[in-house]
Every structure is written in structure tokens, then in C-alpha cells.
């Protein structure tokens, strides 16, 4: 743990001008920012690094799964972009760490960051208008501000087996992956789940593994990845450009320096369509779904067009019929995240691997030696991955579960629906902000751009109140209600909507369904300068 000089106050408790939870992209800018200002601040994390969900997910695979590279990264400094030198287009883990390692670095950032602790429990207390948060390590911190950048995916979800605990091999959930390497030589694997992380592992673990016995519920729609290494004059470009490329990625729909075509998937006949697809398809990455047409998530014929072509790509892989059959999905292609993989489809054409289908047989306990399915076949197992995601969105903040004014909980004023104002506040929950809380672009937007441009927001509020000599700001009575509607009302301009996803909150049993995107990208951000130009118009202040 990072040695830090305390001054303690004689009850106890050390006093901060900021409480940050989260040493991920969010958190470690903040500290940034928050510094500059003058503030003492320091970030907790339980992990031993920084790094946020990168640090947990170690699992074989793990890459970013959006425009990658010179892009997913901090853009604010030119001197820190032209710093590090990105080799592949989708990076993987190690990668980003070492990226982040150095950000921390290059910034000063660890003499503030302590790690190795858990925030057991955060407070407001009305009588001195602080946040009061107790760490695992039994000390406690006070600070006016408490800034929450505890990650969209991080809560993981286990799904709930009968017998679970009946399981005498090892069980590892991707979200929480164990620091040493998982050797999977020899062994009999499972993997439960084939969202972004599944996809990722599948095809490593097949070629380990004695055998793979992949269990999906919902076939997927995986491109593929596209990741090659970066060349020098390419990355020089970016470099002697930053300032343009990094305008273009904040004004696109999703913070890349991509424009997409302005063009409705229907007014190419199919043949030209199919050939524009097979060109991006070909290249790999996003741009099939981002760069071809701007309809593909709004309308159901364009979006059947890009989902037919996918699924013949399956087919014509998959050399079993009756796996490629079990493979083809039949959702709104992009309604659920679009995954990105690396020879997926062609791992099902191993003798080592096999695809059980949970529609048809679905799991009916957990036994000492494996998994049964409802048809009466134990899967004999050695190890299993569970890839089964997560709580997303409002998990994190959940489980952090802070205390906020009159002592209501988060999961109190959340037990029927979350709200927010501009996903950045909590009505009741005076001086809490969140990166890329629910109702902020979070996934669905560069993320660490958009938690840039939420830390600088949160750092020109703070300002702002400190300049005026404010001390409290919280969500004006129905602010939280006008945001809620707009935010639901994006989504439903959208195919999103049509599908249980993650975005709606339906792959959590019980969790009640309310869209956790605001899909406006850019207009998202602008709408935060627009209400901050206004004196931060819907919040009150005092
Ligand atoms: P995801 O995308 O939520 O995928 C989880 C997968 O696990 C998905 O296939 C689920 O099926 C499946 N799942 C979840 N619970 C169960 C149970 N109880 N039984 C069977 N199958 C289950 O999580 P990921 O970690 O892959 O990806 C999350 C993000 O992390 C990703 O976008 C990356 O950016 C990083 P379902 O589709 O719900 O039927």
C-alpha cells in the first residue's frame, strides 16, 4: 500500500477535501484535477494497482473492444498522449495497465492513491455537511466531496446454480480473475456466458484445454476484431494531429474520430450493401456496425440487413450445422454490446470444444464433478469460467450502498427505479458525483474520454461552489424526473429497448428494467457545459 503522511485528527479520523472511490480511468483524473485545484484528495481501491476493471479482469483475452489504440486512453495532455506509444489497434490487459501504471506515474498520482482498501461504508452527515467513509483497514476519512467512480462493470454477477457450492473443482468469474495465470493444460473447462468477456476467452482456453464445453443462453453477434499492430508513421500522424483527432473523437456519436456515413442502410440495393459490409467485415473492429450506415439501430429493416449478413458469416464458418444453428442469434444486431472477437466462430470447429445450448437444455444444478443440464447429461468439469457479466451500470453503487442525507440509503432511494440528474448527481445525496454513473453515455462512449470530460465537469463545479463560497449542491426537486424522461425517451428512438440486455437491467433476476444509457454521445456532454453556463440550472445550491 502506498505510504501516505497522514494528519490525523484526534478523533480519529483524517480530514480531506475530496474522498475519491475508484483508481480506474475516472478516479485517477479526478485525483488529477482535484489536485490542480488545491484540494487534498485521495482515491481508495481494494485492488492492488490501479488500473479500476482492467485490473480485475484478467481472464485470457481480455482486449478493449472499441476503437482501441492512440483512442482509448487520456486525451487532455498532448505531452501524455505523445508519451506512450500504443503497438496493436485492440490492446490487451497488460497493455492498458502499463499504459495506466504510467499515466499514475507520469501525473504523481500514487502518493494519493491508497490501495489495498475497501470503502465499507460512506455517510453523509447532515450536522457538518461531510461525507464520512470507514475503510476495511478500520480508519476513517471525512471530506465535503465524495466522488464515486466505481465502474459500469464491475459488480460482478454469479448466477444463481442449485448446488452451486457442490462444485469440487475450481469456479472463476472473469470479473475477478486471480493475479497468477490460470493453466488450463490438460484440464476439462466449462465457461458459462458468451457476452464480450466469453467471446474473448473461448478461443484461448480451447487451445489449452483437453476439452471446452461452452454453455450459452443467448447466441451472440461477434465481429471480428480487426487487431493488427500500429505502424510509426501512422501513430506519428495521430501525434502531430492530436488536438484535431481529439475534437473529432469528443464531437462523434461515440468519441472516435470516425464520422459515419450519413446514409440509410436502404438506399443500397443489396448487393452493394453486402459488399460494403464485407469490406468492413474483412478490415474488423466497429466500423461494420458505426461507419456503414446511420439507420442500423433505428430501424428494424436496415438493422435486419447488417443481421442477416452476420449470421451468414456463421454459417458459412461453423462447419457443424446443427452448432453454427445453435450460434446464429436473433436479436437487433447492437442492442446487445457488439463483441468484438478473434477466431470465435472457428473455435467451434475443434474436436476439443463442444456448444450446449442452454434454450434447449438449460442447467440444473452444480454436481461435485461437473454440470447437469435439464436432459439429464452431466458436463464433467475440472474448472469453471464463469463469464456471466455483471450488475451493470447501478451494481457498483450499489453495493457501495452510500448513506446520503437523513440517513436514507442508495438502495432505499433506488429500490424501484435509479435516479439521477445528468447521471452525475443523486437527488438526496448532497456533494456525491459519479463517473459514469447510470444515465451517462458511460459504455456506450469512449470511456475514458467520457470520464475526462465528467472529471472536468465535476472539477469546474467544485470550483464554481468554491469561487461563490458554496459548500452544498445537490438535484433540485424534479430535476431527476425531467432526466429520466429524456434519457428514456432517447433510448426509445432506438432499437435498444426491444432487447434484455445489460442497458435495460434485465440480465439481473429481480432488477427492474429502466434503460441506464443516455445515448446522446456528444449531445450528453454539451448538455453538461450548457447547464454549468447556466449557474447549474436544475441543482440547488447553498
Ligand atoms: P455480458 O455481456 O453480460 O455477458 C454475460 C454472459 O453470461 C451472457 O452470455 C449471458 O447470457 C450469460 N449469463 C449470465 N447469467 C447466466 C446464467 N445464469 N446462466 C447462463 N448464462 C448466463 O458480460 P461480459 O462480461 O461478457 O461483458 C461485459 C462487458 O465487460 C463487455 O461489454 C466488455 O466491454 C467488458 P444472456 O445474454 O444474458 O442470455
Redesign the pocket.
Known sequence: MTKINDSKQPTGTTQLDAIVIGAGFGGMYTLHLLRELGLKTRVFDAADGVGG?WRW?GYPGARV??PGGPYYCYTFSEELVKGWQWKESQPDREAVLGYLDYAADTLGLRPDIQLNTWVASSQFDDATQQWVIKTDQGDSFTAPFLICAVGT?SAA?E???PGFNNFKGDCLH??RWPNESVDFTGKRVGV????????QAIPLIAQQAEQLTV????P?YVIPAGNHDLDQSFLDDIHNNWPQIRQQMINSPIGAPFAPRQRSALEDNQATRNQLYESLWQQGGLGIAFDSYDDLLINKEANFTLAEFVRSKISATVTNPDTANKLLPNFYIGT??L?LGMDYYQTYNRDNVELVD?RANP?ESMTTNGIQTTDGEEHPLDILV?????D?VTGAMQRLNPVGSKGITLNQAWSKRFNTYLGMLIPQFPNLFMIHGPETPS?LYNMPLGAELEAEWIRDCIREMRDRGLTRIEPAPGAEQAWGEQVAAIAEQTLFPQT???YTGE?IAGKHRQFGVHLGGPLFFQHLTDIANKGYEGFVLS
Do not use: C, E, H, M
Request: glycine share 12%; no cysteine.
Open positions: 476493471t479482469n473492444d472499441f462493470l454477477n448466477p444463481d446454480i472473469t470479473g458459462i456466458g458468451t457476452g464480450s468477456s466469453g467471446v454453455f450459452q443462453r443467448t451472440q446487445k454490446r463483441i442452454l442447467i464463469l463469464a456471466t457479466g455483471y451493470a459504455v434484455p440486455s445489460w440480465n
